[in-house]
């Protein structure tokens, strides 16, 4: 057993030799522990029970990598569990990939690998294969995480990430306050000089997403809304057909905190970074159905219909303020927050 | 179109949002072209013929990025082909996510995504969904790669990565010289002080490896012997199982240069990395033929026989020398080179 309070990571834990293997099945094998990934082969090999199969990946750079609600492990289970419900899928195998700077303490390595070990079997996934590189101090910041992901999808679910189904009239809901993620990860950061209660929303959704896919026919397009926000999401939108989109303000949920911070330092919680929030595009005649069931769960407690798919101003979403007025929201140009996840 | 040619990654190339989807538009998916790339939803969708699936990851943080023989590019997409072929998998699809740093040339990048984009399609694998991360100046090291990628096994080429099916009297087969893509490397480094005509064996070995599975019935066992190289593969199998493994150094096939080099710097080509080479374990009886398959392939001109299972000295490899003494070849434990792959 190694003695994780003490050890850094060396060069020798990437080279591999029997340094890698201590550290493969000391904490990684350990902790992620399952029957197909201590077969230590090359690949997984993984039975399917059907014959469409979802595939996503995400690199996971986050700075700093222990933040307020979460930890870079913990979001790295959720970003790819996410991608894959947000896409129809079951999430079911997830693939991890550590790149780990030379010196880098055991202990917090083992803390998110923990990390992710919770979070997996909270959403019934399981770690199948994996890979470990390690470069020379001041090579990487700390660690990077690359999760890729499988999952299968049913035969009624398969085009609810590309958008094509989308009509006017369709409503769009959220399960919960924006730019939590953020504001979160923000103020972890040593250069912040404010304080803020905010927690990160890193949450895994594919139990909230399943109930709603298993109990409404009308769920047109789901994605998460991380990078670039809500409003990045929304502009991705409508330039996938010939509609228009209008957003509420009022009815946006932002929590008193995200709303504060984003006031002091100039930010608009529209672009904010999100890692448990995902956006619906429902039919009208569904919506109330598909709210309820969000409200009904956890990590839908402050879900709500946020605006609607329309025919006028196709290309463009349009913000009704709270004062009345109307403003054109964009695609982010500038910069935001580099290496919120 | 951008242009490339004066342009360099920026933070905003990894926000999410204008910028970003520009990058993805104009190079990768312009370069890595196919339909369900296109659809650039969260996750790829997939038809798989065959309800058994492999599975793989590998992030690539090779120093430095062009080498003699390749590129992290081309070494991306070979060792995730060769991953899945080893385990008995026919390589379908592939997942690529970047790591950028500030300030790297997009120049660079397109070169390092076109020879990604040949060696996918020499491979005959699509790449078909990714994912592009940005960190600020001195956070990584140019660019690291990470791959995953699916393939499908047919039934009776299933437990072919575990070693489960070896036994006495096997013999070990090797597609060519050894250590070629360590010294290539290890060459390139602006510290090396040698000059080497070395070029690294990056390949992707799919096509070999199917030809042999689809016409050989006694293949065991086989492992691409990459970090660590031979020495490593062969102590992993020792462990498997009750037996031990003789090696005959005479058969060893290793080019001039790689013995030369390894002879000054005193490193041994058993332990140097191999990025187109496979290790093959087959039936006495059939290991002519597989030779000759081999053989008759470009990937396979130099193969040899190097040794065979031994029921002697179970849980030892051992190396039966050129002036006729024995010696155990141990794992990796000092130091090798790192970021090598």
Redesign the interface.
Known sequence: MMNVNHERII??H????????ELIENIFIRHFDNKILR?Q?????????S???????????V?PVFFPGGDIGKLAICGTV???S??G?IPL?L?????LEEGFPLKDLEKIVLSMKREAQKAKVRI????T????R????KL?I?T????T?RKEN?PI??GKRIRTGDKILINGNIGDHGIAVMSARESFNFSTTVVSDCASLNLLIQKILNNCSQVRFM??P????VA?VLNELVRKGNFGIEIDEESLPVSEGVRGMCEILGFDPLYM?NEGKVMIVAGARECDKVLSIMKGMKEGRQSAVIGEIVSDHPGKVVLKTITGGKRIID?????????I?
């Open positions: 060069l020798s990437g080279n591999g030799g029997l340094m890698m293997h077969e082969t090359d690949a997984a090999i993984l039975k399917m029970d014959s469409t199969v979802a595939f996503t990946t995400d690199s996971f750079v700075d996410n991608d894959l947000v896409s899928a195998y693939s991890v990939s550590f790149i199948v294969t994996g890979d590189k390690v470069v020379d001041g090579k990487c910041d990077f690359n890729a992901g499988i999952g999808i398969r990430g590309s994605r998460d991380t990078r670039g926000g990045t970074a695609s982010l140009t500038g910069e935001q927050l580099p290496r996840c």
